[in-house]
């Protein structure tokens, strides 16, 4: 199961990095970044540890940690971005 999950996190992190690198835009580069971030992250924590250690714990919240953050930011900027993006006028 944790291979998987090993496989899955380095196969992703190279799409992102691929995709990355022919981005222009940039709040979708940040995004990406974030992502990435968050991703190798994860892939360090697995590799290390053998499973991703979540440590920030509010209680009333699910647990998690900074590379899930940054996932999670990464998602949302993706997400308006689209949601706000301009339609051309014509």
Not at 12 to 19: K, N, P, Q, T, V
Not at 43 to 48: A, C, E, L, S, T
């Amino acid at each position: 199961k944790n291979i998987f999950f090993l496989i899955l996190n380095i196969l992703i992190s190279i799409l992102f990095f691929y995709l990355l690198i022919k981005e222009k835009q940039k709040y979708l580069k940040l995004s990406l970044i974030l992502i990435l971030a968050g991703a190798i992250g994860n892939i360090i924590d697995r590799i290390i540890y053998g499973y991703v250690i979540d440590f920030i714990d509010f209680r009333i919240w699910p647990v998690f940690n900074l590379s899930d953050t940054y996932i999670t930011i990464g998602g949302a900027i993706i997400l308006l971005s689209f949601l706000w993006k301009k339609e051309p006028s014509g």
